[in-house]
């Protein structure tokens, strides 16, 4: 086992990892940066709940949300239960699950060294999916109304957080197997998962026979925060809190890693067991997003390159910027999905694919004139 590096070589990896990350010709200061992607968070939050079918001024935004936070009784009218009970859980937890793709992406492109990975590339979506639509199809076929905005979708995100556990198992076992763990097997072994799980969700899928059913499952399969409650926030926030304490600790390990594992190791980093211990971060993390929120495409891809360009590769500054952005990305993408279109909500992954698709060709191109 590597033996652990003393402050002195802590501090030597810190600086040679993060002269080694790829940095673009000008850098914007994180501190200013993360103000102004606060800042941004605020104004998206109050636009998401402020607009809707019935749109709420700002102004009765913010009064309804200083009532319930100062424990007095909220004024007459309807705005209390559009803005408390029904917006404001969901524009936070788009927020929240905003968030964690764009640190769980940020990670996954560190451990496998690909900068095309994303939180999916895993196959820990796919189980989570499987989990879900399994769950709903089972409690069809038995005569229990199971859907995601029921009053049982805590059941159908259980079954979801299951199927997540299970997928990442079986990646992991096929990494592990021969011995060694290298980021090749990992993405062949979560590829091909995926792929697997992916077909028996579609039969799965093919199997209902209620068509209601059916477009909310397809619904939910490409990202859905329609059945956002308070209730549904606590464990996601908690989990991308303790992702981001946990990634943040090890930021200067992956900086080391982006040299190579050889080099890493010369510098006191355990390859083996830093790659281990993001991989079950970055495994349990995407789990518990896509149980509360389906499968959402783009984020965890496009944010990582974004907020490189902006203040280069030294994950101590990239996590927390990576985290703010995708926070601000999502919000505003759930309101988009929202009040695009009169009478109808689109899903969150129709917004993603449309913003992210062109935006990763964009950064390829910008990425290919520099090689």
Avoid: K
């Avoid at 949300?65 to 969901?90: N, Y």
């Avoid at 999916?120 to 199971?146: M, P, R």
């Amino acid at each position: 086992m590597t033996p652990a590096p003393s402050a002195g070589t802590a501090a030597a990896t810190g600086t040679a990892a993060a002269a080694a990350a790829p940095r673009p010709a000008r850098t914007l200061r994180a501190g200013p940066l993360a103000a102004v992607l606060t800042v941004a968070l605020l104004l998206a939050l109050t636009a998401a709940v402020s607009l809707g079918s019935v749109d709420i001024p700002p102004g009765d935004v913010w009064s309804v949300v200083a009532h319930h936070l100062t424990g007095r009784a909220p004024g007459p009218g309807t705005h209390d239960l559009i803005v408390w009970r029904l917006r404001v859980p969901r524009a936070l937890l788009a927020a929240v699950v905003g968030a964690g793709l764009g640190l769980v992406g940020t990670a996954v492109q560190a451990l496998v060294r690909n900068p095309l990975a994303d939180p999916y590339l895993l196959g820990i979506s796919s189980g989570a999916s499987l989990g879900a639509v399994a769950t709903i199809v089972l409690g069809t076929a038995l005569g229990v109304e199971l859907s995601f905005g029921s009053a049982l979708g805590l059941t159908v995100s259980l079954a979801a957080f299951a199927g997540a556990l299970a997928a990442f198992s079986l990646v992991w076992l096929m990494a592990r197997r021969g011995g060694g763990f290298s980021p090749l097997r990992l993405v062949l072994a979560g590829i091909g998962i995926a792929q697997f799980l992916g077909g028996i969700t579609s039969y799965l899928v093919l199997q209902t026979r209620d068509e209601q059913q059916t477009r909310g499952v397809l619904f939910w399969l490409m990202g859905s925060l329609g059945g956002a409650v308070w209730a549904q926030l606590a464990v996601p926030a908690v989990a991308v809190a303790a992702g981001l304490a946990l990634l943040q600790a090890r930021a200067r390990g992956l900086n080391a890693m982006l040299m190579g594992d050889e080099t890493a190791a010369g510098l006191g980093v355990d390859v083996t067991r830093l790659r281990r211990e993001v991989f079950v971060v970055t495994s349990v993390l995407t789990g518990v997003l896509v149980a509360v929120s389906g499968a959402i495409g783009f984020v965890g891809l496009m944010v990582p390159h974004v907020c490189r360009l902006l203040v280069g590769g030294d994950h101590r500054r990239l996590l927390p910027l990576s985290a703010l952005t995708g926070a601000v990305l999502l919000v505003v993408v759930d309101t988009v999905a929202r009040t695009a279109l009169d009478g109808q909500e689109l899903p969150i992954g129709v917004v993603t694919a449309v913003l992210g698709a062109p935006t990763l060709l964009y950064l390829l191109d910008r990425r290919l004139e520099r090689s």
